[in-house]
């Protein structure tokens, strides 16, 4: 599976952004996914995951209500649209996915990663 991973960029605290990650090969429809970023200096950490089918979701603390997954199957793509940014929301985000269906926030439970995309918020 390969994931390709786009939509960041420079905004001002506030303002929103939505990243997407297109993924190739695999049973996509079958993997759950999820979102994970890293900051400079700091550990990668998690953001959000969801499932198979879409219909669970789960998110950090930080990013509830302004952060939302969603996936088109279809299209075998997922989204995380981002509003209301942050500063502290400034790093290099990263989509994963893995062969289980059901959504995990632990790192080492997700079996492909994309090459990740910069979002940086100004203040």
């Known amino acids: 599976v390969q994931l390709q991973a786009s939509g960041g960029g420079l905004v001002q605290a506030g303002g929103s952004l939505r990243l997407s990650c297109a993924a190739s090969?695999?049973?996509?429809?079958?993997?759950?996914l999820g979102w994970f970023r890293q900051a400079p200096g700091k550990e990668r950490e998690f953001v959000s995951s969801i499932s198979w089918t879409g219909r669970s979701t789960v998110y950090v603390d930080s990013v509830k209500g302004r952060f939302t997954i969603s996936r088109d199957n279809a299209k075998t793509s997922v989204y995380l649209q981002m509003n209301n940014l942050k500063h502290e929301d400034t790093a290099v985000y990263y989509c994963a996915a893995r062969r289980q269906s059901w959504a995990t926030r632990r790192l080492e439970e997700y079996d492909y990663w994309g090459q990740g995309t910069l979002v940086t918020v100004s203040s």
């Open positions: 090969g695999g049973t996509f429809s079958s993997y759950a």
